[in-house]
């Protein structure tokens, strides 16, 4: 049984009827299973099993902060990419020896409050950003942990937007500029070097990609070891792809058994860093079929949610699962594109989806627990989606609904003249 079934024809999140969230919390809200997110994380884990290792969840696929503290509960490690995420994570009772700070773009302010909570290791990402943690580390006298994400040039075979590792991509350092970047890390006095990184990309269905730039990242700590530049651990990235439609990606323990043959002889930590894996089929987005409107041309079934709660498919023309939550049969089924009441054409979370549908009935959107309320804006001035967290028999609303006051709160007028 998955986390969200049907039950005497009605889908469950857990042991709850969706029907019955939707009753006490409204519409549209994002449901996650709490079993759901503590067995894919403990998956990574036990793959692992053997290997020293941290499993950094990336916090940005779900960054609420009740998914954060049950994952930090188990142990986990994370993977931030602004200070922001630190102190959620913080927040949320996770251990800052456990987290490593990935991105691109780290201030100085970011860097000093990292370094001052004792964070396991920076991934920079140029020597700019080498250079500024150098000094900020030196204003407060301690030795700055890094690991250099390199950027190993490999075709992730995913969708553009999220392809990060070819040479044209803003992330990471050329690995063939790796070694001189490792070498002037290694003569700085607040710099102490321990990983490499890589990131190359997400929603990878074939392990073929990350496999090769694992032994590229293999290739690049030899090279630098010879060199007595001493790299003692080797982080991963994400990117594992999960099962939207019918894709069958590689599971962590498949992907990871390949990962251990490869190093086999090696006294190397291993860091990965996954988000959906952990997070993606362990929420849905709920929502309300609001209007129907069937046109000579199309159906468009409009619901209370829209892009701004779920953007994927307007964004990467991303194809999400929607089900009725109680399938009817009193009617036949027609083809509906279910979309948004916000002003964009663009404003669809699905196309021709075959439906019997009504006004009032109740939909979820599959897979929505990663990249999905991160990702929510207020556009149309809409309040952002609650969220909920099912523990088998019992709900927890995680975050309330935002207000209509809430939205403008931060505005001001300009003074009458
Ligand atoms: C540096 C880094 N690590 C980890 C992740 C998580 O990736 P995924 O959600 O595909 O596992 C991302 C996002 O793609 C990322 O940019
Ligand atoms: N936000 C993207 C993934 C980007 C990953 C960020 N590193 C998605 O919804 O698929």
Redesign the pocket.
């Known amino acids: 049984m998955t986390a969200f079934d049907y039950q005497n024809g009605e889908l469950h999140a857990e042991a709850l009827p969706l029907s019955a969230i939707a009753d006490q919390y409204g519409t549209p809200c994002f449901v996650y299973s709490r079993n759901a997110i503590e067995q894919a994380w403990l998956a990574w884990d036990q793959a692992l099993a053997g290997t020293p290792h941290l499993v950094c969840y ?1 916090v ?2 779900n960054s609420n902060l009740a998914v954060l503290n049950l994952l930090a509960r188990l142990g986990a490690g994370f993977d931030i ?1 602004s200070v922001g995420e630190l102190e959620r994570v913080l927040a949320a009772g996770g251990q800052p020896s456990r987290i490593v700070f990935s991105g691109l773009g780290k201030t100085a302010d970011e860097m000093r409050r990292a370094l001052e909570v004792g964070i396991h290791c920076f991934n920079v990402e140029s020597t700019a950003e080498l250079e500024r943690l150098q000094t900020v580390a030196a204003e407060l006298n301690v030795k700055a942990p890094i690991s250099l994400r390199v950027n190993p040039d490999v075709d992730a075979m995913t ?1 553009p ?2 392809s ?1 590792g070819l040479k044209e991509n803003k992330f990471g350092i050329d690995i063939a500029k790796a070694p001189e970047v490792y070498r002037r890390a290694a003569q700085m006095p607040n710099i102490r070097i321990c990983g490499v990184d890589c ?1 190359i ?3 990878l269905t074939d392990d073929t990609p990350l496999i090769d730039a694992l032994d590229r990242l293999l290739a690049l700590i030899d090279q630098m070891a010879a060199e007595d530049i001493h790299i003692g651990h080797l982080d991963l990235g ?1 990117g594992l792809g999960v099962t939207y439609r019918d894709e069958v990606p590689p599971t962590p323990a498949e992907y990871l058994g390949k990962v251990q043959n490869h190093l086999a002889g090696r006294d190397l930590t291993v860091l990965v860093e996954p ?2 894996s952990i997070v993606a089929n362990a929420g849905v987005l709920l929502t309300r079929v609001n209007l129907l409107k069937p046109t000579e041309h199309k159906n468009f079934a409009i619901i209370d949610a829209a892009m701004n709660d779920l ?2 498919p307007a ?2 023309s ?1 194809w999400m699962g929607i089900d009725a939550v109680t399938p009817r049969t009193d009617f036949a089924p027609l083809q509906w594109d279910i979309v948004g009441p916000v002003c964009e054409t663009g404003d669809f979370l699905g196309k021709d989806r075959e439906l019997a549908l009504a006004e009032g009935d109740l939909l979820a959107v599959r897979s929505a627990g ?3 309320f ?2 929510s804006s207020n556009y149309n001035t809409r309040a952002r989606a609650a969220e909920i967290m099912v523990d088998g028999q019992h709900s927890h609303l995680v975050r309330r609904r935002e207000t209509i006051s809430e939205l403008f709160a931060g505005e001001s007028l300009l003074p009458e003249v």
């Open positions: 990336a940005k696929a990419v969708h937007y999220i990060t990131h990309g997400s929603q994400g988000g959906r953007i994927r964004l990467y991303a990663a990249y999905g991160v990702m």
